[in-house]
């Protein structure tokens, strides 16, 4: 009788064992290490995005000027990682979060999970990023969603390159451009606010029902729309326009099997048809770190990191008097005249304006 | 030791066993499903109720119980002949065949995704063969993003769940029922239809129950092969919560498939309640299988294998010959897709070209996830064993928790997910300094399969043959040992790959934990996926073939326990 409980008691322990066996985290410490003690390196939590890229030495660099540790946690595409950092405000999982853009931007502040910080690095960043005058959010990076072209296509057709939206929806172009939906996909979203951007909230639906005329093609996210359908990747689909960013061209070259004489792609960066997406950093309400913290901000708005990042991001620098790379010069195209829309407008209307989209273009 | 006597001291101590069989689970399911379920729900609901809409809720709920109904009849219809080959028959490569079945469970909806589309796409294998074959300049076969694909990937997917649960209870029915009906005249058909359908009854309805739920909940696959067309309570939850945050609106979706769950398992529960399991087994380990005898019989198993390989293998192999080939194009040659084959992406695999400080060795991407799924096995065979002790003993507490075992597979991951990050948020039960929560969770979803595998098994145990260890002088703990752990050796090898496969796969909730450094196979995948190039395209497929690999290693291994 007694003898299943005792069982029991053995399974468990087992369990425990094989737990004890299996993956320790190679850094959970044994003692609470998120206050600073004599004894060791203080440690700052990063929460940020799966997209997420430095150069390791970098950090390094940071932990060895400052004494301090760093622990990345990655959670998730810019929407999950946010809901996290609002869901856990009352006990933050971090001392800061990097990864925010503009189109959460409003929402972020509204629900209040920042405190605000005047780095002194602000004074290199162009005030056209500095979008939240409270200082809640700094921008760190841009990137332009863009359409991207198959260069061999166009060529081999015999076929003039669209040179922007309007150009889309003419019958030359009929089912050649594959977009993503943009309640699953953050470019999708960008794609459809650079619509609403030029042709304004009342006309945009307009646009769309002309582009689903002339066979656009939708599907949910980014790694769908560029490796599955469209035809100047490696996944060799159907569709040589795809919605992705002005940086990927330089991707295809930094990430091609042989380095080719030219890229095999390009964006389309006429006026007004990319929409650019700003990133942010802020330090969480609560941080255990405020002073690392502070740092932590002033280092990704320093010249290193901010010039580190476009190869490991695929992003641009805000900071104004940063070195391209040679590959960014080269192949990625930001426009001159992006798409933009008020942090707040988009806030506002993101629900609906996605609704009418779902309703016009879906259904 | 003597036989049991219904006294009232027995009595006693047998409802305080039977307490404690199913307190380990229930605790289980209280700290790690209800908890963190709770506190989110009550965290959606607090957020008031301005931004919910339910006029929102009819579509995706009717399309969900529409796509889950006719994936499930499709899976039973593939599955249930595959289970009567591999429960019945011993024939050359029915091992491979078995554990190949597995792999589809572990992939992650990306790279099956990415799997379907280098065969049925528009540059898939399929469509450049019939392109050359019948000197076409379009491809002919359009079947990405199509209700099919749905259809199709759900069958891939799950059809191992009803190989599996059906099939092993097959291998374990006793021959001498079947012979005895045919000694007594019926015919093949009939011994089947009045012997052993109704003996099989209950895995075949727990086989339907775990696959309509799998369906039901589906996430992945309705949402990258079915398109932005098609969207399912629990992608509609994603949207809602990830994209839109909103919510109140994802939380009442969640609360709505969990009450369909709770209802698909009171029906499961009660048309399960006449079949009695009959309390025999064969005499000698495998006595059940032989070698396919007749015409008729070689013709099913050819025709099942031939199946079952096509199914599984095409994609698969697909996949894994894209991470071998080169696919470049010569330039101004798009229509000719010019192949090589390389080993670039494996190569490139090692090489932290970028010196990242997020680069992850391929082996120890392979280490964490292998880690991971065996601490996953442990707690799932942990408490899916006294779980399924308890629900074999009637009462109360045993309905109660048979409906709340299969809750976790039809709760919303996302929700769950989130649930986690506000529940377990604070040292020392938080991810970073309890990374034990990740297959914690893993085995959360694997609890349900385990039990319903373990569970028909430790029904069929004639009680006689307790007795009989216990007359000739065995203690309870070693009958238990060498009368039942023999027996049940099958069954926990089945929930054992399920829990295995569950959490090498990244199931669900987990991807949504805020993890500290250690990256398991499929994250690594993601991660080559979000950036444009063919490198990455090459490592990605390069990655996901090593995770294929990895998994049928493994899914070998642990099968050769069972021969003990």
């Known amino acids: 009788m007694k003898t299943i409980p005792k069982l029991l008691l053995l399974i468990l322990a087992a369990a425990l064992l094989a737990a004890c066996a299996a993956p320790a985290a190679p850094s959970a410490p044994a003692a609470p290490a998120a206050t600073a003690t004599p004894s060791g390196p203080a440690e700052l939590v990063v929460m940020t995005h799966d997209s997420f890229a430095v150069t390791a030495d970098l950090i390094s660099r940071f932990e060895n000027d400052n004494y301090a540790k760093v622990t990345f946690l990655k959670s998730g595409d810019t929407g999950s990682a946010l809901n996290k950092a609002i869901l856990s405000k009352e006990a933050p999982l971090a001392d800061v979060f990097y990864g925010l853009d503009n189109t959460f931007l409003s929402r972020a502040l509204e629900e209040g999970i920042f405190e605000p910080y005047v780095s002194p690095a602000l004074g290199q960043i162009d005030p056209i990023y500095q979008l939240d005058l409270t200082h809640h959010a700094l921008p760190v990076d841009f990137g332009d969603v863009c359409i991207n072209y198959d260069k061999a296509y166009f060529q081999e057709k015999n076929l003039?390159?669209?040179?922007?939206?309007?150009?889309?929806?003419?019958?030359?172009?009929?089912?050649?451009?594959?977009?993503?939906?943009?309640?699953?996909?953050?470019?999708?979203?960008?794609?459809?606010?650079?619509t609403i951007a030029k042709y304004g909230p009342e006309q945009y639906l307009e646009y769309w029902s002309q582009l689903k005329a002339n066979g656009v093609v939708v599907v949910n996210g980014w790694e769908t729309a560029y490796y599955t359908n469209f035809s100047g990747s490696s996944g060799k689909g159907a569709q040589p326009l795809v919605v992705s960013y002005g940086s990927s061209p330089a991707a295809e070259v930094i990430f091609a099997e042989k380095p080719p004489a030219d890229a095999p792609t390009a964006s389309i960066v006429g006026p007004q048809s990319c929409f650019r997406q700003v990133e942010f950093v802020g330090i969480l309400k609560g941080a255990k770190q405020r002073a690392l913290a502070e740092k932590f901000v002033d280092f990704m708005l320093s010249k290193p990191f901010q010039e580190d990042m476009p190869l490991q991001m695929f992003v641009y620098p805000v900071m104004k008097e940063t070195v391209l790379p040679e590959v960014f010069q080269n192949y990625a195209q930001a426009p001159d005249e992006p798409a933009t829309l008020a942090p707040d407008e988009i806030a506002k209307n993101r629900?609906?304006?996605?609704?009418?989209?779902?309703?016009l273009v879906l259904k | 030791m003597s036989l049991r006597q219904p006294d009232a001291r027995v009595t006693r101590l047998s409802r305080i066993q039977g307490l404690l069989l199913a307190g380990l689970p229930l605790a289980f399911l209280l700290v790690f499903f209800v908890y963190p379920l709770a506190a989110i729900l009550t965290r959606a609901a607090g957020q008031g109720l301005e931004r919910l809409d339910l006029s929102q809720v009819w579509r995706p709920l009717g399309f969900t119980f529409y796509q889950a109904g006719l994936s499930t009849a499709l899976t039973l219809a593939a599955g249930l002949p595959a289970a009567y080959v591999f429960g019945r028959f011993d024939f050359p490569g029915r091992g491979a065949l078995r554990v190949l079945t597995t792999l589809p469970f572990i992939l992650p909806a990306v790279v099956v995704a990415a799997g379907m589309n280098a065969l049925l796409g528009p540059r898939g294998w399929l469509n450049l063969g019939l392109m050359a074959l019948f000197d076409l300049s379009s491809p002919p076969l359009q079947v990405m993003n199509t209700f099919g694909m749905i259809l199709l990937a759900h069958v891939f997917y799950n059809?191992?769940?009803?190989?599996?649960?059906?099939?092993s209870a097959w291998e374990g029915l006793d021959p001498r029922l079947e012979q005895a009906a045919r000694t007594l005249g019926a015919s093949p058909w009939r011994a089947f239809v009045e012997v052993q359908a109704p003996l099989l009854r209950p895995s075949i309805l727990a086989a339907a129950l775990l696959v309509f739920l799998f369906d039901f909940t589906s996430f992945g696959v309705v949402l990258l092969l079915g398109g932005p067309r098609f969207a399912t309570l629990e992608v509609e939850i994603y949207i809602q919560a990830l994209h839109m945050l909103n919510l109140p609106m994802a939380g009442a979706l969640s609360l709505i498939q969990l009450v369909c769950t709770l209802l698909f398992t009171w029906v499961y529960a009660r048309l399960n309640q006449s079949g009695a399991a009959a309390p025999l087994a064969p005499r000698v380990k495998g006595e059940g299988l032989r070698r396919p005898r007749g015409w008729r019989e070689r013709l099913a198993v050819t025709l099942v294998s031939l199946f079952l390989a096509l199914l599984v293998l095409a994609p698969l192999g697909a996949l894994a010959l894209r991470s071998v080939s080169r696919l470049e194009a010569e330039r101004g040659q798009r229509g000719a897709v010019q192949t090589g084959l390389t080993l670039d992406y494996y190569r490139?695999?090692?090489?932290?070209?970028?010196?990242?400080?997020?680069?992850?060795?391929?082996?120890v991407a392979l280490r964490n996830s292998l880690g991971y799924a065996l601490a996953a096995v442990v707690f799932a065979l942990a408490v899916g064993f006294p779980a399924a002790y308890a629900l074999g003993r009637r009462g109360a507490a045993a309905r109660g928790l048979d409906l709340l075992l299969a809750l976790p597979l039809g709760a919303s991951a996302v929700t769950l997910g989130l649930g986690y990050v506000l529940a377990f948020s604070r040292p020392p039960l938080d991810v970073r300094s309890f990374p034990l929560l990740i297959p914690l969770a893993h085995s959360l979803v694997a609890l349900p399969l385990v039990v319903r595998a373990l569970q028909p098994a430790i029904a069929a145990i004639p009680p006689s043959l307790r007795q009989a260890a216990g007359v000739l002088g065995a203690s309870p703990r070693r009958a238990w040992r060498e009368v039942d752990l023999p027996l049940l050796s099958r069954a926990a090898?089945?929930?054992?790959?399920?829990?295995?496969?569950?959490?090498?796969?990244?199931?669900?909730?987990?991807?949504?934990?805020?993890?500290?450094?250690?990256?398991?196979?499929?994250?690594?995948?993601?991660?080559?996926?979000?950036?444009?190039?063919?490198?990455?395209?090459?490592?990605?497929?390069?990655?996901?073939?090593?995770l294929m690999l990895a998994c049928a290693a493994a899914v070998f291994l642990l099968e050769r326990f069972q021969t003990r």
């Open chain 1, 160 to 194: 003039a390159v669209p040179e922007g939206l309007d150009d889309l929806v003419k019958p030359e172009y009929k089912g050649l451009l594959v977009v993503q939906d943009p309640s699953t996909s953050s470019s999708g979203l960008a794609f459809l606010l650079a």
């Open chain 2, 493 to 546: 090898v089945v929930g054992a790959v399920f829990a295995f496969t569950i959490s090498l796969g990244e199931f669900g909730a987990t991807t949504m934990l805020a993890r500290p450094d250690m990256p398991t196979l499929p994250v690594a995948i993601a991660g080559f996926l979000t950036q444009p190039g063919a490198l990455n395209y090459g490592q990605a497929m390069a990655m996901a073939t090593l």
């Open chain 2, 159 to 167: 059809l191992t769940v009803v190989t599996r649960v059906v099939g």
């Open chain 1, 351 to 359: 629900d609906s304006w996605i609704k009418a989209w779902t309703d």
């Open chain 2, 348 to 363: 490139e695999l090692f090489v932290n070209r970028r010196q990242s400080i997020f680069y992850i060795p391929p082996f």
